[in-house]
């Protein structure tokens, strides 16, 4: 695993982009794309609050591919929940096992949880490191 500081999207295109994701979808059907990181794939991608909802209200809250290099990384179960480390630490797991299958040599993930979430890193890093080999970076926002 290796840790980097920048901005996620200089990255697009070159790796495959982890968005931090709560569970919760709009009367619409739309997953709510709160803050952070999720916000920002919204505002760069108009389909995604569909897309990712329809996923979620047919296979839950899980880690979920959602097109354009980007995959759904579960850190809330709902946008008005805070971050939960059971759940990052499913992710982390499903993650993993999507990266085999996917056979991807380059994963950036956001620090789950730690941005507007206010988890601290060194609660987070500890369940990520054992998992995340040296084909996943974790992003510091700058």
């Known amino acids: 695993m290796h840790e980097i500081s920048g901005d996620i999207w200089s990255f697009l295109g070159q790796a495959t982009l982890c968005v931090t994701t709560n569970g919760s979808v709009t009367k619409d059907g739309r997953a709510v794309l709160g803050r952070g990181c999720a916000r920002q794939a919204g505002e760069r991608f108009p389909d995604l609050a569909r897309i ?11 880690v979920h591919l959602l097109g354009n290099g980007l995959v759904s990384f579960p850190v809330e179960e709902t946008a008005w929940s805070l971050p939960d480390l059971h759940l990052i630490q499913r992710s982390a797991h499903e993650l993993l096992g999507l990266a085999e299958s996917e056979q991807w040599n380059c994963v950036l993930v956001p620090r789950p949880g730690c941005g507007y979430g206010g988890l601290d890193w060194n609660l987070v890093r500890p369940l990520l490191e054992p998992l995340f080999d040296q084909r996943f970076t974790l992003i510091k926002a700058e």
Not at 52 to 61: H, M, S, V
């Open 52 to 62: 990712l909802g329809g996923l979620l209200q047919q296979y839950g809250n899980h």
